[in-house]
């Protein structure tokens, strides 16, 4: 791919290759997205109004950025997309240990080469998924890791120890022209995030009394949850102050974006509608607003995408029990939620011992709004008194898609329920059965039906 690109620095400069920061070549091509329309940011969902202005004035200011949020809102997913942002294709030094530009070296050893070699300098090319690096920020993280040391290795081939081409270079000079992602800043130690201060302003590096000054080029993102969450540690006041922008997420602020971003990240082994889908972004957004659960400890999105797949999951083995085919999940499969995922959240002190019965009721309230929102103005009275009327309909992990149907009569109410959740006539019985199951259990829950309920299925009477 790179084949009829320069190969040496001579030809790199008649090619007219100037030397460009990163932070230009990021503002560039953003204002380029924006001009021709073309969304820069590609599988972020539910920011268009709020995050992602605040980012993109932050990228065209040149600013370094932290994502400050609850865990499960997407930052880390949001600082890698800054990626496509990058020139797809980077000329550097070959054989350097940073991504030096050839017209612009800064290690000793580059600049030494560069000297000797002149326009015969060779170049290669790096693709932009090379120029992010990540590092999750922990205990043990030493200056050595983001800085750099001495390098043994180097001395012991020959070199004096006061040669600065014996220095080991760490993971921020070697994101040079690039971005550099810290996740969860605050767990930094104190003394660590110290060595960033000259990264942050003067933009050069220090290791262990070296004179060494490399004018690095770097974005700087680092990610944070709320310090009066994460008890671990904080930013450093000098440090927080040398970042340009403090940007708050949040998790999405509409079921359709919650829907989206369930339907973009989980994999779903089994059909699930989005009527079940909409079920289970009302529950984790029930749940977000619930005393009973830790608000400070938030609920990750991750919480509805699992659910999602918990849902397909349940469906898939249903189908394996019964024969069924294609295996579509109904809303007898939402029960197996709460006993799977509890343990991803975090319930208030009072609560110890009613788990269960908290999120079952917010998983109830959840399909209630769902059936409520799909079927307004929809008349269900016809079908709740066919059902009184001798024409129980059971359900349950061992009944299948067909025998649900079977159990009732043709009703012109049947049809607008598929409508309504664009099912047609030719559709799986699995695909029916699930919005009429749906609507079975919206009358259940307006108690204008009951349910009997053992260990294997449901029946509405």
Not at 24 to 44: Q, V, Y
Not at 184 to 196: C, G, K, N, T, Y
Not at 270 to 285: S, T, Y
């Amino acid at each position: 791919m790179t084949s009829d690109l320069p190969t040496t620095a001579g030809a790199l400069r008649a090619a007219g290759y100037a030397p460009r920061s990163v932070k230009a070549e990021l503002r560039e091509n953003l204002l380029a997205a924006l001009r021709e329309k073309r969304d820069p940011w590609p599988g972020i969902v539910g920011f268009d109004r709020t995050v992602l202005p605040q980012l993109e004035r932050a990228v065209l200011a040149g600013h370094d950025v932290v994502l400050l949020g609850e865990r499960g809102q997407g930052k880390t997913r949001l600082a890698r997309t800054l990626v496509g942002l990058l020139d797809e294709w980077t000329p550097v030094i070959a054989g350097a240990e940073l991504n030096e530009h050839p017209l612009d070296p800064i290690t000793p050893e580059s600049v030494r080469r560069a000297g000797e070699l002149g326009d015969d300098l060779p170049v290669a090319w790096k693709h932009r998924s090379e120029r992010f690096t990540e590092k999750l920020a922990t205990p043990d993280t030493s200056v050595g890791d983001l800085v750099g040391d001495i390098d043994p290795v180097k001395v012991a081939q020959g070199r004096s120890l006061g040669d600065p081409e014996t220095v080991h270079y760490g993971l921020l000079p070697r994101s040079h022209r690039g971005v550099f992602t810290v996740n969860e800043l605050p767990d930094l130690a104190e003394r660590i995030q110290v060595s960033l201060l000259n990264v942050m302003e003067e933009r050069d590096i220090q290791i262990r009394g070296y004179t060494l000054r490399l004018p690095l080029d770097v974005l700087l993102i680092a990610t944070a949850n709320p310090e009066d969450y994460t008890n671990r540690g904080r930013i450093i006041t000098p440090l927080k102050d040398r970042f340009g922008a403090e940007i708050r997420t949040h998790y999405p602020l509409e079921v359709e974006a919650e829907v989206a971003l369930v339907r973009q990240e989980a994999d779903l082994v089994a059909e699930v509608g989005d009527h079940l889908l909409e079920a289970i972004a009302r529950f984790v957004r029930h749940l977000r607003e619930s005393s009973a659960v830790d608000q400070r400890s938030g609920v990750s999105a991750r919480f509805a995408v699992a659910a999602a797949e918990t849902v397909a999951a349940a469906a898939l083995r249903r189908s394996a029990l019964i024969g069924e085919s294609p295996a579509v999940a109904r809303p007898v499969d939402l029960e197996s939620v709460p006993d799977v995922l509890r343990g991803k959240l975090e319930f208030e002190a009072g609560e110890e011992g009613r788990e269960r019965e908290v999120l079952t009721h917010l998983l109830r309230r959840s399909v209630a709004d769902t059936a409520r929102s799909r079927f307004a103005g929809l008349d269900l009275r016809p079908l709740a008194a066919l059902v009184s009327d001798g024409h129980p309909v059971a359900t349950g992990e061992r009944v299948h898609g067909g025998d649900l149907l079977a159990a009732l009569p043709e009703l012109p109410v049947l049809h607008e329920i598929a409508a309504r959740l664009g099912v047609g006539p030719r559709d799986s019985a699995g695909r029916i059965a699930s919005v009429v199951e749906l609507a079975l259990e919206s009358l259940y829950l307006t108690r204008q039906l009951a349910k009997d309920q053992d260990d294997e299925r449901s029946v509405y009477g």
